[in-house]
């Protein structure tokens, strides 16, 4: 390395964003990942028998997983080799090989190779890794924030232990702020921070640890009087996107959050996740069929009216879009949260469907059949049996409707919430009368 070559790495290392300035050197410094790092994590054993295996690290951004994979290396002494997946390709891949059989030849050391985005490697790429990583060449760690057994080939992932990093709580993210401050004469020596501060930095940050720093050093350069909780201090993120991903885990994850809030009648908590969806960019449309959904499946004929105002909100979306129908979706998210709740419709056809599958061939009754192309029945319909329930009073006979090997089982069975609860009590009146009638249909009338 040259004169100006020191000097240039010297000044990106002091141009480095705040960030990568605090990112942790040992395993044990490595906040909230303590099932992995503490005495009996699965890396801190690794690394203290001098046995490092290929893991594939998932989990949320700003969770550490570039920070495990550099304490890693370096507890190990293991040559620390950073790649990534949106960058490199095979001959990258093979050239890396090369150089690490090179080091294991004259070093007698290991490679481990950090690649980050690892899902991003299609399916050649990653085939390329897997006999250097089978015969321990290479020792792999590969990060994702996709689900690595979505995205991942199964032949990668047997060669592969796959650890899961866990959201980093508002106390593990106050914990790395704080120690960020307490360094600050390494990269702002003025800068200056109030614990309330910190708190409402550690809030927004959303357990994204990368994100809590970037915050921290942005706020401290543009308020260099001092940072302190408030509308200030809001208005310096404003337009920081709300991570999130269309297509990932954060996308269902949030999406059943939404729907089991509305479904445990939670309407803060409903509509958080629906504000978290929308602010993350999900499409609207996506949000208000989870929130129909919700309606026919959670709150059902407890309040018919929350299907209504549910497919009300999307297709006021359709005609208005954002930002205006944010009103209606959250009224509906609102009224479902709140209505009373009954799955007996869910339940009804999980009955039906146990029934379709051994009677599903029964035939219709005579009594019950369209005598519309039969001449002979047009001619004499007393002989078919068939009462007309609106020349009845009350305007019902006990007519028995299912085929003789499935009458007498019950399919819907409703619940006593909500307007349910009204039904409920006529449908079992009905029930008793066509008991009492026995099978078939009842008389003709007189």
């Known amino acids: 390395m040259d004169l100006f070559s020191g000097a240039g790495a010297q000044d990106r290392a002091a141009a480095a964003p705040l960030p990568e300035r605090m990112r942790p050197r040992r395993l044990e410094d490595v906040v909230g990942q303590e099932h992995l790092t503490g005495p009996q994590g699965v890396l801190r054993r690794m690394a203290a028998a001098g046995r490092v295996r290929s893991v594939v690290l998932f989990g949320p951004p700003g969770s550490g997983k570039t920070s495990l994979a550099r304490a890693l290396a370096e507890a190990a002494d293991l040559a620390h080799v950073p790649l990534s997946a949106v960058e490199s390709g095979v001959a990258d891949v093979r050239r890396?090989?090369?150089?690490?059989?090179q080091r294991w030849d004259h070093e007698g050391r290991g490679t481990l190779v950090f690649l980050?985005?690892?899902h991003r490697f299609n399916r050649a790429q990653q085939d390329v890794l897997l006999p250097h990583v089978e015969d321990g060449t290479v020792v792999l760690v590969g990060a994702t924030a996709e689900n690595p057994w979505v995205s991942l080939n199964a032949a990668l992932l047997s060669r592969c232990l796959v650890l899961e990093l866990r959201p980093l709580t508002r106390d593990h993210i106050l914990a790395v702020l704080r120690q960020a401050m307490a360094r600050r004469s390494e990269w702002l020596p003025a800068a200056e921070a109030s614990p309330e501060a910190l708190g409402q930095i550690a809030d927004r940050a959303g357990g994204d640890g990368r994100l809590a720093l970037t915050l921290l050093e942005w706020a401290c350069l543009a308020l260099p009087g001092g940072v302190r909780a408030g509308p200030e201090l809001n208005a310096l993120w404003g337009e920081v996107p709300h991570y999130h991903d269309r297509a990932?885990?954060?996308?269902?994850?949030?999406?059943?959050?939404?729907?089991k809030s509305m479904r445990g009648s939670d309407p803060d908590a409903a509509l958080f996740w629906f504000g978290q969806l929308l602010a993350g960019g999900e499409d609207p449309r996506f949000v208000s069929r989870r929130v129909m959904i919700a309606a026919a499946e959670d709150v059902g004929l407890a309040d018919p009216r929350a299907l209504q105002i549910a497919v009300a909100a999307h297709q006021a979306l359709e005609a208005v879009g954002l930002p205006e129908a944010r009103i209606p979706l959250a009224e509906a998210v609102l009224y479902v949260a709140l209505a009373p709740k009954s799955n007996s419709v869910v339940a009804a056809l999980a009955r039906l469907d146990t029934v379709l599958a051994q009677h599903g061939g029964a035939a219709v009754p005579d009594w019950l059949r369209d005598v519309s192309y039969r001449p002979d029945r047009r001619r004499d319909?007393?002989?078919?049996?068939?009462?007309?329930?609106?020349?009845?009073?009350?305007?019902?006979?006990?007519t028995r409707h299912l085929p003789p090997e499935v009458d007498g089982q019950t399919i819907y069975a409703p619940t006593e919430q909500g307007e349910e609860a009204l039904g409920a009590a006529?449908?079992?009146?009905?029930?008793?009368?066509?008991?009492?009638?026995?099978?078939g249909p009842p008389p003709p009338p007189p």
């Open 381 to 398: 319909p007393d002989r078919i049996g068939y009462a007309y329930p609106h020349d009845a009073p009350g305007h019902f006979v006990p």
């Open 116 to 118: 980050d985005e690892i």
């Open 96 to 101: 890396l090989v090369e150089v690490a059989r």
């Open 426 to 439: 006529r449908l079992a009146e009905w029930r008793r009368a066509r008991r009492e009638a026995g099978g």
């Open 248 to 259: 990932g885990d954060r996308h269902y994850d949030r999406a059943s959050a939404l729907i």
